[in-house]
Structure formats: C-alpha cells, structure tokens
C-alpha cells in the first residue's frame, strides 16, 4: 500500500461498528460468532504462553541473557505496546458490549484482545529477565589504574537502561492518550480522531516490527552462536504465525493494521531461527559452547593443545 494509501485510510469516516446495532430504544449489542475462529484463537492463547516458557527458562536457568540485541527488545516492546494499544482501540465497541452479553460470548468475543495481550505480557517478561540477568562482564568494569578501584558502567549496560526508560515512557504516554481519547472523544468507530490514533498505533507497531529482527540477526551472525535465544521457543512461533494472522484477520472490527506486524514478524523470526539452527550444529560439531560462544574446555583441551606447539 502506498503511503496515499495508507493516510486515506486513516483519514476515511470510520465505519459503524460490527459489534452495535441501533434501534428504537437504543443501542444494543451484538456479536457475530465465528466458531472455528474462536477455538483457533484460544489454542493459540494457549500455544502462545507454552512456546514462551522455553525462552524464560532458558534465561533463567543459565543465569544470562548474553547473545540478545538490546536493540531487538526495545522495538520488540515498543511495537506489541502499540499493537497492543492499537487492538483496544479497534475492539473497543466489544468491550464496551461484554456488560450486555454473557460471559461466553464476551470472552468469545474478545479473543483478539486477549491473543495480543498475552503476545505484549509475554515479550515484555523476556525484556524484564534481559535486565534482570544482564551478564554482569557486560554490565561494570573494573578501573584498577585509579587510587580506589571502583566499577564503572559499560556502554552496553547504559544502552539497556536507556532501552529500558524509553519503553516506560512509550507506554506511558501512549496510553494516557489512548485514555483521553476514549474518555473524551469516543470509539474510532463513531469518530475520527480515535481512529486516526489507533491507525498511528497500527502503523508504528509495523514499522518498529518490520525492522525488529534485523539487530538481532546481525547480532547472531556476528556471534556466530545461539546465545541466550531458545529455539525451542522460536519452532513453536513460527508456524503459529499463519494462525495467529488469519485469526486477527477474521475479527470483526479489526483492520490491516491489526495483524500486518505479525505476518511481518513471523517472516523475520523464521530467518533467525534458521541461522539459529545452523550455528548450533556448526558450534557442536567444533565444539563450542552454544551458550557464550567460547570453545568447550575437557580433558582432551590441554593434550590437543600440547600437540600444537
């Protein structure tokens, strides 16, 4: 889509919405059910919070989060903050209507709300371990040439915590704007300037996902190992990409702009996982550690390197 394209989408009158009729005594709620697309939408909430087990385990377990681009995790968390943002905006009439509708079929009908939740919680938690297990060689230096020897912050621990305030501070104030324009303006459904913010939320959240795999592909590459990064976790993403999109796609009220970034996202993430794959076997067959990328010391070292000289 060109960019005319896109701000004559933004700009277009928005559309009545597919969650409210209105008759004589008022405005009344409705849902149009999609069996098939709810129960793939719950089996990927589900799948969504197991594939990311492996990735926290793994973090947490090793004690380090060495190998991950500082990089890739602020785009990462700005773009589902946004897209996370961006989905309340767009299905805001369904939340608006679970106070008229049983609890089925508002949970039913809140299944895309629910799916990016849980994409945002969870992306967010692998930032959280990042700062938390922050490899401590990378975080202080030692400066032994002053009188007292004192630990001074590196460049990469000062990047992560910059990192870290931009990320609060995007999620602030996008969602006291988000806040304002819902409380004083109203649903993008029935005025434009929710819905003119809720496509700069779709927009952003596609942007910052368009790019969000390459600082962490260039990393890997340079690292030539798989680092902190679980695979396991990446094999259960990937084909659930083409479900996740197909199931934010078929959600009324929803736009491009709601699964545009994961179709994006899940074709960046299979190019990671691949070299992932191939520097793993590549590291196990030299014999180098997977996990910091040094070789693997055994009792054969000492002997193999005594034959060198």
């Known amino acids: 889509m060109t960019l005319a394209g896109v701000t004559s989408t ?10 409210t ?13 999609d069996t ?9 909430c589900i799948g969504l919070v197991v594939s990311y087990m492996p990735q926290h385990y793994r973090i947490i377990v090793n004690k380090t989060s060495e190998g991950f681009s500082s990089w890739f995790l602020l785009l990462g968390v700005v773009s589902s903050t946004s897209s996370f943002l961006n989905i309340i905006l767009l299905q805001w009439d369904a939340i608006v209507c679970c106070g008229s509708l049983s609890t089925g079929a508002c949970l039913a009908s809140l299944m895309g709300v629910f799916q990016i939740m849980l994409q945002w919680t969870m992306f967010s938690l692998v930032f959280i371990l990042f700062l938390i297990y922050f490899p401590e060689k990378y975080a202080a230096i030692a400066t032994p040439d002053l009188p007292t020897k004192v630990h001074t912050m590196t460049t990469e621990w000062k990047t992560a ?33 929710t819905n003119y913010w809720a496509g700069i939320l779709g927009i ?43 199931s934010l796609a078929v959600r009324p009220g929803t736009n491009w702009t709601a699964w545009i970034t994961y179709l994006v996202t ?32 055994d009792e054969r070292t000492p002997l193999l390197r005594e034959e060198n000289q």
């Open 21 to 33: 009729i209105q008759d004589d005594n008022g405005q009344q709620c409705q849902v149009k059910s």
């Open 161 to 193: 915590l910059v990192i870290a305030a931009i990320c609060t501070g995007h999620f602030a104030i996008s969602f006291l704007i988000t806040v304002i324009l819902l409380a004083a303006v109203g649903s993008p459904s029935q005025h434009w300037e």
């Open 204 to 246: 952003l959240s596609m942007i910052l996902a368009s790019f969000q795999y390459l600082p962490q592909i260039w990393k890997t590459w340079k690292r030539k190992s798989v680092g902190a990064l679980s695979i396991p976790m990446m094999l259960l993403q990937t084909p659930g990409s083409a479900l996740f999109v197909y």
């Open 266 to 297: 899940g074709i960046l993430q299979g190019t990671l996982l691949v070299m992932c794959i191939v520097w793993h076997f590549r590291n196990k067959r030299l014999g180098i550690d997977d996990l910091h990328g040094t070789r693997i010391q």
């Open 10 to 19: 933004l700009l277009t009158a928005p559309s009545p919405s597919p969650w």
């Open 36 to 44: 098939l697309a709810t129960l793939i939408s719950v089996f990927l």
